[in-house]
């Protein structure tokens, strides 16, 4: 079963989860679908003549208009926002770890080839992914707004009032049948 992930706009706004066609590690831009030409009219039966070879136009590049994350959001987010600067900062201590990881495995390599006595095999840690990639991006004040009660409609406020008497109801039928059975096991008690 794949899993869904986060769609997110240019500036990290989640809009939807989606289905991605592979398993997803990270994050993916997603590019706008080039615009078609409509190819020319081809002549009937008569014939093509040659022309000469145009040079061929250079591809523009293709508009990035969003992006997949596979990095899982958390729940309690309003609005949640993806850090995708915080995104690119990783990546990069990520490319450098990896760098520094290369540069001693080189080293380890030449000293064996060398004959000099090796240590341990250098092993490749990666960073810790930080923990704080999905943010919200809301304020304070826009969260309580949207949470604060609002005014009750007349048909709920009549509503809950009834429940409340309903209730209230209930509560004195079972008294007051509480002190039938109480007055009817003192008369029992009394005339016996």
């Given amino acids: ?11 990290g706004l989640y809009i939807e989860d989606v289905e ?23 002549p009937g039966d008569e014939e093509i003549e040659d022309e000469p ?14 992006y997949l994350v596979g990095v899982p959001m958390p729940t309690g987010l309003y609005h949640p926002r993806f850090d995708l600067l915080a995104w690119e900062a990783y990546q990069d201590v990520v490319l450098e770890a990896q760098s520094d990881y290369a540069d001693e495995l080189h080293d380890w390599r030449e000293s064996y080839a060398e004959g000099e006595e090796q240590g341990e095999q250098p092993i490749y840690m990666p960073p810790m992914m930080p923990d704080n990639l999905w943010i919200e991006s809301l304020t304070p004040e ?14 709920e406020m009549l509503k809950k009032e009834n429940m409340l008497l309903k209730a209230q109801n209930n509560a004195i039928t079972e008294r007051a049948d509480f002190i039938e059975d109480i007055i009817a096991e003192m008369a029992m008690q009394i005339y016996q």
């Fill in 20 to 42: 991605p066609d592979d398993s997803l590690i990270g994050v993916v831009p997603i590019y706008a679908q080039p615009v078609q030409e409509e190819a020319p009219e081809l």
């Fill in 142 to 155: 826009e969260i309580a707004e949207l949470t604060k009660p609002g005014e009750l409609s007349e048909i």
């Fill in 53 to 66: 070879d145009m040079p061929e136009e250079p591809e523009q590049p293709r508009e990035i208009i969003g």
């Fill in 1 to 11: 079963m794949r899993k869904a992930v986060p769609k997110v706009d240019l500036n």
